[in-house]
């Protein structure tokens, strides 16, 4: 059992500073609804109706990436979940957010700007070090406590997840606490056959798994990381192209990505077809071994859909993190959805996790209730199937 407080714990009426994690997909600029923006503002509503008085804290993309946007489109997306206002307010730490702050009565809200325009909030320090950092000094004694919903970021030793509950009353949100108990409960059950779907566009928060989830007796890899181990079995894919996700992913994980396909690659199924839109604006398909390296791709192929989704119908348990493609642009969703739908055919026991893989359930109409859990964490949950120590959980434990 956790022993960390909750937000039942809480006396009516406080000023809290609260921790969520809007993190969403940007499209050309636009930031598009997900899953995370309708539980967090079950999160807000309830905290609003016990007559709290709410600065939200959440970060958006990474420095440098398109999708390092300030959060004015998340205020609304929020807003219109919760019918009601979100202020908006262009400032994490300054004279500005400390007047909106002031101003902020009971049963309002307002959310502050993308931490990570702040320097101190990304760098992974103890959670003494950010304590110490002029951020949490600054906006700590302006609340009465602090609650962490964030349970996507749990995995992130960053400033607005580690260092409040060191000088401030800390407790969970009711996201956090039922993500933290959901996931570390499916690392005690035990399964005859465990098939494992590892998509999507985080090379380092994947390997680890592939490492150490001995249980698991097949990983079908797709996505950017799916290519990047196509690239290292020696195939001319997983090059940046038209986007720059690939070039340093491999920099960066090369050696490990090698190692990896050395160590288990028994355990390893790769894609064996890959899809692209090609002069005419279609999806097409070619086989790994004709590909030429020119060419930017966006889903794995049918054949490979039908191999993956043999190895779903086969299993007991099944752990979907990341897509397969570009599932977003429904030409290229077949590998995502293909799988998706295979488990929802099966009675095995599954679950998806990811922020934005998540979001393929509704998008395409795939009965929620055929999945034993739908996670909205991609890299947290992977982290607690490990059993890899959450430093939002171990700091949020310090406190209770
Ligand atoms: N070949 C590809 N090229 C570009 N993007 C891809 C490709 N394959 C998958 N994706 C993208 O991967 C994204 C999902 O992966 P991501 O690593 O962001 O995981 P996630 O499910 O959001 O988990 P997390 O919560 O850790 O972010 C999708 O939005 C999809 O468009
Ligand atoms: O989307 C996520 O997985 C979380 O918000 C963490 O984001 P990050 O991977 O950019 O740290």
């Not at 009516?12 to 609260?18: G, H, S």
């Not at 219109?80 to 500005?96: C, K, Q």
């Not at 959670?127 to 110490?132: G, S």
């Not at 020119?294 to 099944?318: I, N, P, Q, R, W």
């Amino acid at each position: 059992m956790p022993s960390f407080g909750t937000v039942e714990d809480l006396p009516p009426e406080q000023r809290l500073l609260v921790r969520l994690d809007l993190n969403a997909p940007v499209e050309e600029g636009v930031v598009k609804d997900n899953r995370r923006f309708s539980r967090h503002a079950e999160t807000v509503e309830r905290l609003l109706d016990d007559g709290h008085a709410l600065a939200l804290l959440a970060h958006q993309g990474r420095p440098g990436r398109d999708t390092f946007v300030s959060l004015g489109q998340h205020a609304e997306i929020l807003a219109d979940h919760l019918d009601r206002e979100v202020e908006f307010v262009a400032d994490t730490f300054g004279e500005e957010a400390l007047e909106a702050i002031d101003d902020l009565a009971g049963g309002e809200v307002l959310l502050l700007e993308n931490v990570r325009m702040c320097d101190e909030e990304l760098p992974e320090k103890t959670p003494e070090e950010h304590a110490e950092s002029e951020f949490v000094r600054t906006l700590a004694p302006e609340f009465d406590a602090y609650v962490n919903d964030a349970y996507s970021a749990a995995h992130r030793a960053h400033a607005s997840i580690v260092g409040f509950p060191l000088v401030m009353d800390a407790y969970a949100g009711p996201v956090m606490e039922t993500e933290y108990t959901a996931n570390s409960a499916i690392r005690e059950r035990e399964f005859d056959r465990v098939t494992m779907v590892l998509g999507g566009t985080k090379a380092e928060d994947l390997i680890p798994v592939i490492e150490r989830l001995e249980g698991v007796d097949r990983f079908c890899l797709g996505g950017i990381v799916g290519e990047l181990f196509l690239r290292a079995a020696g195939h001319d894919v997983g090059y940046d192209v038209e986007s720059d996700l690939f070039d340093d992913q491999w920099d960066e994980n090369r050696e490990e990505i090698k190692e990896t396909l050395e160590t288990h690659g028994d355990r390893l199924v790769l894609a064996s077809d890959l899809a692209y839109e090609d002069d005419a604006g279609e999806r097409a398909e070619v086989a790994v071994d004709g590909v030429e390296k020119e060419t930017s791709f966006l889903d794995v192929g049918s054949d490979t859909v039908a191999t993956y989704a043999d190895h779903v119908s086969e299993s007991d348990a099944v752990f979907v993190k990341g897509a397969l493609g570009v599932f977003e642009d429904e030409r290229f969703s077949d590998g995502t959805v293909g799988v998706l739908r295979a488990i929802a055919d099966t009675d095995c026991f599954s679950v998806v996790g990811g922020g934005d893989t998540s979001r393929a359930i509704p998008m395409y109409d795939l009965p929620e209730d055929a999945f034993s859990h739908v996670s909205i964490a991609g890299g947290a949950y992977v982290a607690a199937l490990t059993g890899e120590e959450l430093v939002a959980i171990e700091v949020l434990e310090r406190d209770g």
